[in-house]
């Protein structure tokens, strides 16, 4: 009760405080903890074109980040939707059309009503940004933030979690520095550009989503932050200066995104947030010693913040698209009950919650095959306190189909298989 009483005055505190003082105190500030941001905190984008939320909604205090993850079942990714960037189209301003650019049709509030009829709990949303940017301001085209909204409240409306997040906004490697505008980099001498970028387009984000939405609306930093266009990009040997030094960056980029969701106040101060490690990959987890984000300015025991991990794993079965691969051995089953035991004891167990954000098998002909993974994967997931969502699978989206009712259903039956306080 103590606790909830410091969250209420916190938030009460934040909303009354003038934004221009807040700022002005934060310009004057580079460090957060530990942390010396390249950056000041100043807003470069054209505040006429904001997309404001203007809603009310109550946010549960009381929730910790354990029953959250529980609460979100079985999760479904909107995939090769929003995450709309056209490579040879023009780089800015690539409007509303681009949403189609993966050959799929525009998202339908039928579309969303048949994940939840289907029984999805959740649904992440990936965005790009940098290529809806109309000025040289990193102002994001208002039609394009209206548009994610939009998709945003239909699935919110319907009582899914949603997990909104900053998709394909890497940056290519350049010998010399990023190109503006273009995204992040995970180098230093990339540091003063991307934390630019990072800064400006989460605080559009937070005034369009805010106090309108509560703690079913999740933000996820960054995705698969990851060493674009060099040879570490998908794997980084753990003796790497390059990928230490990347490791590092990423830690700052995540507490900045972190930063400037909180300096947003209302509900955004105390909203869960989901941050990846290099790759969103699990093995860079142990590898590099990642460390999440510091939240205990605004959020005492740090319980809003979640690792946000890809698991295609085994990765020879699930993601290899060699048919050699095709069956679900019991060595696999073993490989993965160790990847969740090792979440479980050096993670859950130390009060750090995981959101498996992208997970799947590859289709190789061998449906039997797959169905037994689905219900092993989502049911040891579960059981090892994980939450899972899903984007490799086949949806026709004209006709609101699944590829398979029983593959999909073995997700969903699976997703209900209780925490468990002895998974092993």
Request: net charge negative; aromatic share 14%; proline share 3%.
């Amino acid at each position: 009760m103590k606790y909830l009483l410091v969250f209420i005055l916190l938030i009460l505190s934040v909303q009354c405080q003038s934004y221009s003082s807040f700022l002005q105190e934060n310009e004057e500030k580079e460090k957060d903890k530990d942390i010396e941001f390249q950056i000041k905190f100043k807003d470069l984008f054209d505040y006429s074109t904001l997309i404001r939320d203007t809603q009310k909604s109550y946010f549960n205090l009381s929730l910790k980040a354990e029953d959250l993850v529980d609460q979100m079942g079985m999760g479904y990714d909107l995939s090769n939707t929003l995450d709309a960037h056209i490579a040879q189209d023009k780089q800015y301003n690539q409007g509303l059309s681009s949403e189609t650019c993966w050959g799929n049709p525009y998202t339908t509030e039928e579309m969303i009503d048949s994940y939840v009829s289907k029984g999805f709990k959740s649904l992440r949303i990936p965005v790009t940004w940098h290529n809806h940017i109309i000025d040289n301001d990193y102002t994001i085209d208002p039609k394009w933030m209206k548009r994610v909204k939009t998709v945003v409240d239909w699935a919110y409306s319907k009582g899914l979690y949603v997990i909104l997040n900053t998709h394909h906004d890497d940056a290519k490697y350049s010998e010399g520095n990023i190109t503006h505008q273009t995204g992040y980099y995970l180098s230093k001498k990339d540091r003063v550009e991307s934390e630019r970028f990072i800064y400006n387009i989460w605080r559009q984000i937070t005034f369009a989503f805010n106090n309108g939405y509560g703690e079913r609306l999740i933000f996820e930093s960054l995705n698969e932050p990851r060493l674009v266009g060099v040879t570490q990009e998908w794997w980084c040997p753990q003796d790497d200066k390059v990928c230490i030094e990347a490791n590092s960056v990423l830690e700052e980029y995540n507490q900045l995104a972190l930063k400037t969701v909180r300096m947003s106040g209302g509900n955004n101060l105390v909203r869960f947030m989901m941050f990846p490690t290099m790759a969103a990959s699990y093995d860079n987890l142990a590898k590099f010693n990642f460390k999440l984000p510091e939240d205990k300015e605004f959020n005492i025991n740090n319980d809003r913040i979640l690792l946000s991990l890809h698991m295609y794993l085994p990765y020879n079965f699930a993601l290899n698209e060699d048919k050699k691969y095709n069956v679900f051995t019991e060595e696999y089953q073993k490989e993965l009950l160790s990847d969740f035991k090792y979440l479980y004891d050096n993670l859950i167990l130390k009060g750090i919650h995981v959101v498996i954000g992208e997970m799947g098998v590859t289709d190789k002909d061998n449906m039997p095959e797959r169905i037994k993974y689905a219900k092993f994967y989502v049911e040891n997931a579960r059981k090892h306190h994980l939450c899972s969502v899903l984007w490799v699978v086949n949806y026709d989206r004209n006709d609101l189909s699944f590829e398979s009712d029983d593959l999909i259903n073995a997700y969903i039956d699976a997703a209900e298989t209780p925490f468990s306080d002895k998974p092993y």
